[in-house]
């Protein structure tokens, strides 16, 4: 039976949600629940971001101890540098670097083209990998990228040194057979040589579902929060996709730590 990794970013995504900003010792409290739940890897939160999202995560690290504790970083040096620095005193630690994979995003957002973001995120996972051995990448809007580009960019940054890649659905845009499907051809493209992550918003309260059709398909490891907490609509529910696997073991033929 395969064990599914349960990443929970209810300190970093789940933060956004209106009235759940925490302070650093709120943080320490909840990060040591969720070692004490069996959670696999717990992102501290975004160190670049603020002086007191680095010292949370800098505190957890230091802290927590029983999960892998992973900082957010944007495909930028400094960034990368950054989160190095907030997690390089946790016995297990992550760094989770992305960049936006989207013609919609690179166009309007980064105004960059697909080579260059290409390029630019294989460079930072080097780097991040020249820090630390456990990289993760996510290229942003991944449900709205055109396929082939997408897996040039999982090719890309794998053969860099990324051990996880996850797919993000930023927008809540996707269904669960498309997802799905999306999830399938990656699988049958890098096969084993990276776990494959899922990162699904709620915007038509389809997180859930879209994480455990990915699973179905070759998914490794869910990206989740508590009670489904984060911006906008929010994230796949911990609890609701734990308790679906754990329930329904004979169809989904996996269980989580």
């Given amino acids: ?23 650093v010792d709120e943080k320490i409290q909840v990060a040591k629940q969720l ?14 971001a603020s002086p007191g999202d680095f010292e949370a995560v800098k505190r957890i690290a230091n802290e927590v101890m029983g999960a892998v504790i992973a900082g957010l970083a944007r495909a930028r040096e ?3 540098k950054s989160a190095y620095e907030a997690i390089k005193d946790a016995p297990l630690r992550r760094i989770h670097t992305f960049h936006s994979t989207s013609d919609i995003h690179l166009k309007h ?19 991040a990998r020249s820090l630390t051995d456990d990289v993760e990448f996510s290229p942003m809007d991944a449900t709205r990228t055109e396929i082939s580009y997408l897996l040039e960019v999982i090719e890309a940054v794998i053969e860099a040194g990324a051990s996880t890649v996850n ?25 084993d040589r990276a776990v494959i992550s899922v990162h699904c918003h709620n915007d038509l309260g389809l997180a859930v579902a879209n994480s455990l059709s990915a ?3 070759g998914a490794g490891q869910v990206e989740c929060t508590i009670n489904g907490i984060g911006e906008r609509a ?16 004979d169809f989904y033929d996996a269980d989580t730590n």
Avoid at 35 to 48: C, Q, R, S
Avoid at 169 to 184: A, M, Q
């Fill in 167 to 191: 797919i993000p659905d930023t927008v809540g845009y996707t269904t669960p057979t498309e997802f799905g499907n999306l999830i399938k051809t990656i699988k049958e493209r890098i096969g």
């Fill in 1 to 23: 039976m395969r064990i599914i990794k349960i990443f929970d970013t209810t300190l970093r995504d789940g933060e956004q949600s209106p009235g759940a900003s925490m302070n």
């Fill in 35 to 48: 070692v004490k739940l069996g959670v696999d890897i717990i992102e501290a939160g975004f160190p670049f």
């Fill in 215 to 217: 699973i179905i398909n």
């Fill in 109 to 127: 957002q980064f105004r960059i083209s697909r080579d260059e973001a290409l390029k630019r995120s294989a460079e930072m996972v080097r780097l």
């Fill in 234 to 249: 929010g994230n796949c529910a911990m609890e609701e996709v734990v308790m679906a696997l754990k329930t329904r073991k």
């Fill in 78 to 80: 400094e960034d990368i």
